[in-house]
Each structure stands twice: as structure tokens, then as C-alpha cells.
């Protein structure tokens, strides 16, 4: 069972950090030809603009970052951090001030062991995934701890976003054995605040086969849900782009399609995804002999899903080697695309968080210290004027 546990935290590992994805090259876009395929930037409609920023390499600790697995905007528009190695969970005013923090680490009520993420329910209450606690954690309006979600086999969702009903919808690493030997895959569901399942969207197990350990990635699946319920998925996959939209009692809705042609990475990146999965793998109790992971020599199609708060869902582009994304509505029209400048020195490890209007980024592995990235992106109408749909 330890052995199994380990090989899911090391998927959800490379699913938080971008399926291992480490940073590539940065600055003036290359043209890199592999056989028929040229890896260029396309040109977006918008483009982000780095304002601000939050986070110190030495200095007051509040901050002092560890290693972010996530950052979101809470309902009042404060920004909060999710910081894994610190295990707390750190809030700061829309202009970068520190406010509080909540949590820290150890086993007691309200103490995280790993978190991953978090948000909050409808109702105000503010949920946590602790995830090396096997278990969500719920606070009140207030952050004094509430009590926790148990019973998550063989982990909690590891990553989730609060929908109407006081519900989240997450992707679990999933486990199980019986006579025809070991799986293990991924699940992408909704829970409400008790910890039961009301809908299932996307279940994925193969064979557990300790001599392909990369082929466990197939099984992931990117999500993304609007706080009405409705959720969008893509497989982890370097073949084909196809986000598939659900209901929010999980009836398929129709499927977004694009013919973009496959991309690979390049030796660079295969080294670093290699570099970092072996060292993960040995890092949480893995024999070294056996942590041989072998990278799919193309990048993902899609490399992930938001919905923001006036229902408009970013599909980020996996292909394109700065934060690139096609920008749809709830019933899979598009909108527009949007972009960080290759100048900025993003590359695409770095991953956007979009809010209502507001932005944030951070890289889950950077090469100096970890930081937040405050963003602004020109020219796109506000909700107020449009209702979130350029003109």
C-alpha cells in the first residue's frame, strides 16, 4: 500500500506542476522544426501584462513562499496561496499585502500535512485540501476550523473547485486490487460538504505495470467547472484537443474539437521532465533502481481548463511554449484568444489563474524562488460593460 501511495503522489506531483513540465525556453519565440512540425507562437487577441508581484527570495516570511501548488481569488477579491511545503494557507489584499494566514503544519484540528488546494463554498465557508492528511479540511466564514471530510480512498481530490450547493468538483487518484492484479488511475468528480459523490465525469485505471510507470499519465484528466456545475475535461494527451462539457449531474454535452498539429518537446524538456520524476519518486520512498520514468516525447494538446466568474472557460494550449489560451463560452462558442508575451519570459510551465476580471500566475517549479505574478490583460471588455464577451 506505501508503495502504491507513492506512485500516486508523484502523479499528482506532476499533475500540480504541469505533468512534470519544467521550464523551457523563455524569452524570444523559437522556430524549432521537428520533421513537419515547427514549434512557433501564434499570434492572441489580448495579451497579459505583469503589474505586480507577490513574493521575496529572503526577507519577511509572510513572504517567503515555499512551493505553491495553487493561488485563487476568494469572493472578496483577496488573493490566497496555497503553499505545500509550508504547509498553511497564505491570504493577501488585491495589491499584495499580507493579511493572514490559516493553517499550519501538523495533525491537530485545522493543521495541514501537504494541502494542494483550496476554496470557498457558497456559503462562506472556506475548504481545504489536506492532502497528505488523506482528508478535506472546512473552516468557517471566520477561518476557525470546522471539522473535516474523511473517508477519501486511497486520497482526497488533490485539486477542486467550489460549485453551487456547497459541493466541490475534483480529481482524485484512484486504487484498487483485486484477482486480476493492481490499478490505478484518476477520477474527476463532485462531493458535496458531507464527502459523497453526486456525479461522476471522467473514471480512468489501468494496470498498474511498474516497467512503464509514464503510461500511468494517460489516466489523468484536466478539469475545470463553473460555480453553476457545469464541468469541462480533457484527457492528458499529446494526440488530440477535445474539451468535453458536462452537466452538472454529469450528462455529456458536446465536445470542443480543434485539428492543431502535434508538437515535440524538446530534449531540454525531456531531460528535466525525466530529472524531475526520478527525483520525485526516490524523494517519497521509491527503490532508485526502480524509478525509471520514461516522457512522452510530445506535450499535451491542452494543458488545462479554468472557468472564471462570468462563465467564460480557458482552455490553455499544452503545444505552445508561453501561457497561450482559447478563450470559450459556457456553450463552447469562442471568444477570443489570450497570451503572455514571449518578451515577459514566461514559458509554458507557468500557468494563468484566472478570476472575474483579475489574473494571477505562478510557476510551480521555478528555476530562482516561487513567487505570484499579478496580471492584467489589455483591451479585453469587463464584465460590467459586456458581460464578459468582447465586443
Not at 499528482?12 to 523563455?26: N, V
Not at 529572503?58 to 515555499?66: A, E, I, K, P, R
Not at 510507470?213 to 478539469?223: A, H, K, Q, R
Not at 488530440?240 to 454529469?250: K, R
Amino acid at each position: 500500500m506505501k508503495f502504491t501511495l507513492v506512485l500516486l503522489s508523484l502523479l499528482a506531483a506532476l499533475y500540480l506542476a504541469g505533468c512534470g513540465e519544467e521550464p523551457g525556453a523563455a524569452g524570444t519565440p523559437e522556430e524549432t522544426t521537428v520533421g513537419d512540425v515547427t514549434d512557433v507562437v501564434p499570434e492572441a487577441d489580448f495579451y497579459f501584462d505583469v503589474v505586480d508581484s507577490i513574493g521575496v527570495e529572503l526577507g519577511d516570511s509572510n513572504y517567503v513562499f515555499g512551493a505553491i501548488s495553487s493561488a485563487k481569488f476568494a469572493p472578496d477579491g483577496s488573493i490566497f496561496v496555497v503553499d505545500t511545503q509550508r504547509s498553511a494557507v497564505l491570504f493577501y489584499t488585491p495589491g499584495g499585502e499580507f493579511e493572514r494566514q490559516v493553517g499550519r503544519e501538523g495533525s491537530g484540528p485545522g493543521e495541514f500535512i501537504l494541502p494542494s488546494d483550496a476554496d470557498f463554498y457558497e456559503d462562506g465557508r472556506f475548504v481545504v485540501t489536506n492532502n497528505g492528511a488523506m482528508m478535506l479540511t472546512v473552516f468557517d466564514r471566520d477561518f476557525n476550523y470546522l471539522y473535516d471530510i474523511k473517508d477519501f480512498f486511497p486520497a482526497p481530490p488533490m485539486a477542486i473547485t467550489a460549485v453551487e450547493g456547497n459541493r466541490v468538483v475534483g480529481v482524485k487518484p484512484d486504487w484498487t486490487q483485486n484477482e486480476e492484479g493492481m490499478f490505478m488511475g484518476f477520477t474527476v468528480a463532485c462531493w458535496d460538504d458531507s464527502g459523497n459523490v453526486t456525479a461522476t465525469y471522467h473514471s480512468s485505471m489501468s494496470p498498474f505495470d511498474p516497467s512503464d510507470l509514464s503510461s500511468m499519465l494517460n489516466d489523468l484528466c484536466l478539469f475545470g467547472a463553473s460555480r453553476s456545475g457545469r464541468v469541462f475535461t480533457a484527457s492528458m494527451s499529446s494526440e488530440e484537443y477535445a474539451v468535453t462539457a458536462w452537466s452538472p449531474e454529469a450528462e455529456e454535452l458536446f465536445v470542443i474539437e480543434r485539428d492543431f498539429p502535434r508538437v515535440h518537446k524538446t530534449q531540454d524538456e525531456i531531460d528535466r521532465e525525466t530529472e524531475l520524476a526520478n527525483a520525485r519518486m526516490i524523494q517519497n520512498g521509491m527503490p532508485p533502481e526502480m524509478a525509471h520514468w520514461e516522457p512522452d516525447p510530445y506535450r499535451n494538446m491542452v494543458g488545462g481548463i479554468q472557468v472564471d466568474g462570468m462563465d467564460r472557460v480557458w482552455v490553455s494550449r499544452g503545444t505552445v511554449r508561453t501561457p497561450f489560451y482559447d478563450v470559450y463560452d459556457l456553450d463552447g462558442t469562442q471568444l477570443f484568444t489570450a497570451a503572455v508575451d514571449p518578451s515577459v519570459g514566461f514559458d509554458e510551465n507557468v500557468g494563468i489563474v484566472v478570476g472575474d476580471g483579475s489574473f494571477l500566475a505562478f510557476n510551480p517549479n521555478p528555476e530562482d524562488y516561487a513567487r505570484i505574478y499579478i496580471l492584467e490583460l489589455e483591451g479585453v471588455p469587463s464584465h460590467s460593460e459586456t458581460g464578459g464577451l468582447p465586443e
